[in-house]
């Protein structure tokens, strides 16, 4: 039975002197993936690869970390596994040199995870010749242990002919691509470091691990350190080196500030109840069935007090009679947990359970032969595609606001807030919200809808740029004074 080894959520929010600013968003239906060609190596026999990274695709083989790879008969890669398991390979002249598969499981989408594999074939001893260390712990239980032979040349950063080495694909052309976000890319070319060299063990909290400044390491020839700060060249190499990486199918969007020292709210995977489709780093939801509009999915991030701010960007869907047929808001994180059928009731005010029990707050947006608005106590609010709807959730005085394209909404007595909230009509009260209580942002869709949500972190292109007060996130509208971002160092703050 394998052990679950829980992800890294609280280094976001432990006390650091190192701030990690931002990260790369991988979506494989973009085919996105970095690739660099080695030349000679400091030393071929020794080498380590660090990276942080935060999965969003679970039970998926494809799912590569690093690779480096001639064709089929030198190649070397570390992947996650379909049973989320992580395998490291190595083959060298068509047999497999090593092949270290571990027992721990990695399912937790919501937290950061930090791997080193540090490597060192000219270890007498097998077991020093492959080390595996996850959030700074060395992994020492595997299913299969199959240790380099002594003095063998460590594929990762050997010059191999016609290939190369790339992250988050499984070959130099290209395929079975990671899915998440990765941060903190380290690769070390003739020196096997430990992890205790890349992270370090919060002094107040000693269970949580978080990362550190790297730039006094000694990189080799063929290393490199990819920070992802330069929108425009994600793959720089910060090490000293020029060993600059060529980004393939990324763009400025793929940049984030989703990282190991600050981890924002993304959709949760775990908690999609029908045949939901999620992409761009868990933020893009696609509905593919039209008997799932009842069946929820929410956030990774949840919350009881302070107050929240995100949008959600509507977007085009393919069914010409249900085209954009979206309720989006948010919800109890138990009731998206406890696998209920939800459905919107009334005039949509309201996510609730087959037992009629109010638990949260719904926009019901239809367009296509529907009319295209959001309906509120039959006041109408017009949403259109690519619109942007905009939440403001205040959790201690127990209240919402909704606008569009920056317009706040009248509340449900018919009083206007306009471009900026009025405290005195909020759109949902104190009888909606109940005390107490962790909310997350929540979603039901119907047909072939798709929308984006932007926590922070948009996987689509904002024309103005607005952060909160604590400069935090990036998104299209101003936040309201005194709403941050739903994200760890906001929570440690607030929440």
């Not at 571990?102 to 490597?119: E, G, M, N, P």
């Not at 949008?311 to 069914?319: A, I, L, P, Y």
């Not at 209920?340 to 009731?345: A, D, G």
């Not at 869709?445 to 798709?450: A, L, M, R, S, T």
Request: a negative charge; hydrophobic letters at 30%.
């Amino acid at each position: 039975m394998p052990l679950i080894l829980p992800g890294n959520v609280a280094s976001a929010t432990a006390s650091t002197t190192y701030d990690v600013d931002n990260s790369c968003r991988f979506n494989p239906g973009d085919s996105a993936y970095l690739n660099k060609t080695n030349g000679t190596p400091t030393n071929s026999k020794k080498c380590t690869l660090s990276m942080w990274f935060k999965r969003c695709e679970l039970s998926d083989s494809n799912n590569f970390l690093f690779g480096n790879w001639t064709g089929t008969t030198d190649y070397a890669y570390v992947r996650l596994q379909a049973d989320d398991t992580i395998k490291y390979t190595s083959i060298i002249s068509s047999s497999t040199d090593a092949d270290l598969i571990t027992t721990q499981v990695f399912r937790d989408c919501s937290a950061w995870y930090h791997i080193v594999l540090a490597l060192d074939t000219e270890q007498g001893t097998a077991a020093n010749r492959a080390k595996l260390y996850i959030n700074g712990t060395q992994v020492t239980s595997f299913s299969t242990e199959d240790y380099p032979a002594e003095d063998a040349t460590t594929q990762f950063t050997e010059n191999l002919s016609s290939g190369g080495f790339q992250i988050g694909s499984d070959k130099d052309t290209g395929s079975r691509y990671y899915d998440g976000y990765m941060a903190e890319v380290v690769v070390i070319d003739g020196t096997q470091y430990a992890a205790s060299d890349f992270g370090e063990f919060d002094s107040d909290s000693p269970t949580i691990w978080k990362p550190k400044d790297v730039s006094g390491l000694t990189f080799g020839d063929n290393g490199a350190y990819l920070d992802f700060e330069d929108s425009d060249n994600l793959g720089d190499d910060e090490s000293g080196n020029t060993n600059d990486w060529t980004g393939n199918n990324l763009d400025a969007t793929d940049q984030a500030t989703d990282t190991p020292t600050n981890n924002f709210c993304t959709l949760n995977p775990l908690t999609k109840q029908g045949s939901y489709s999620l992409a761009h780093g868990n933020t893009y939801l696609e509905c593919n069935d039209t008997d799932d509009w009842e069946l929820g999915v929410g956030g990774t991030i949840g919350a009881k007090s302070g107050k929240y701010y995100w949008e959600v960007k509507q977007t085009t869907g393919s069914n010409p009679a249900h085209t954009d047929y979206n309720m989006f808001g948010f919800n109890k994180t138990d009731k998206i947990y406890d696998g209920n059928r939800l459905y919107s009731s009334g005039n949509g005010n309201f996510i609730q359970t087959r037992d009629d029990a109010a638990t949260g707050v719904v926009i019901y947006g239809q367009t296509g032969t529907y009319t295209s608005s959001v309906e509120i106590n039959g006041s109408k609010v017009s949403i259109a595609d690519d619109d942007i709807v905009s939440f403001a959730l205040d959790l201690d005085n127990r209240k919402c606001w909704m606008g569009v394209d920056g317009v706040w909404v009248d509340d449900k007595d018919g009083n206007t807030n306009g471009a900026s909230i009025n405290t005195s009509y909020p759109l949902w009260g104190t009888g909606e919200i109940t005390a107490d209580t962790f909310y997350t942002p929540a979603s039901i869709q119907y047909y072939d809808v798709q929308c984006y949500y932007n926590f922070g972190n948009p996987a689509f292109t904002i024309t103005s740029g607005n952060a909160d007060a604590n400069g935090y996130g990036n998104f299209e509208y101003a936040v309201p004074s005194g709403y941050y971002a739903l994200c760890t160092k906001n929570l440690a703050e607030y929440g």
